[in-house]
């Protein structure tokens, strides 16, 4: 099904879904690093208590909108006539690459929320490699949709 109305506005929503798509990442590559910092402080210190400040900001302020944002816009994009073409394969890559983001961004999610009740979900180094896995989506998401390799 597509909804020909959108095929006018197809620059403005691609635009609007990559600004989205931008400010998520942003916060999927800074709330594990904040993480990583907020690691390194004890339980009830000061620090703590600003980092789970700036964490739910982040959280709650600009990866929640950005991540809806983009999903909204993402599906406006493929309800545009002639935008996708469901035979081609390179549509599951992508899928794939935002399933992986969807899910680090609730694991996040849930771990900031342990942070507020003062545990340590994950090690400094878990952290570490948490925050690697958004890229490799990304990486993914962008050979599917200018690449299309199959």
Do not use: C
């Not at 590559?29 to 620090?47: E, I, K, S, T, W």
Request: net charge positive; glycine share 6%.
């Amino acid at each position: 099904m597509t909804i020909d109305a959108l095929a006018d506005w197809y620059p403005w929503t691609k635009s609007f879904h990559l600004i989205s798509v931008f400010a998520w990442m942003a916060g999927l590559f800074y709330l594990p690093r904040l993480f990583v910092y907020h690691m390194q402080v004890p339980a009830g210190d000061a620090r703590s208590e600003m980092f789970k400040v700036m964490e739910r900001r982040l959280l709650r302020a600009i990866m929640n909108p950005a991540m809806i944002a983009a999903y909204l816009f993402g599906i406006m994009l493929v309800l545009t006539p002639g935008i996708v073409d469901w035979r081609a394969g390179w549509w599951h890559g992508k899928l794939l690459g935002i399933v992986v983001m969807t899910w680090v961004h609730h694991d996040l999610g849930l771990a900031r929320k342990r942070f507020l009740r003062d545990e340590r979900p994950r090690t400094e180094r878990a952290w570490r490699i948490l925050n690697e896995v958004p890229t490799l989506a990304l990486i993914l998401i962008v050979v599917m949709v200018i690449v299309k390799p199959f």
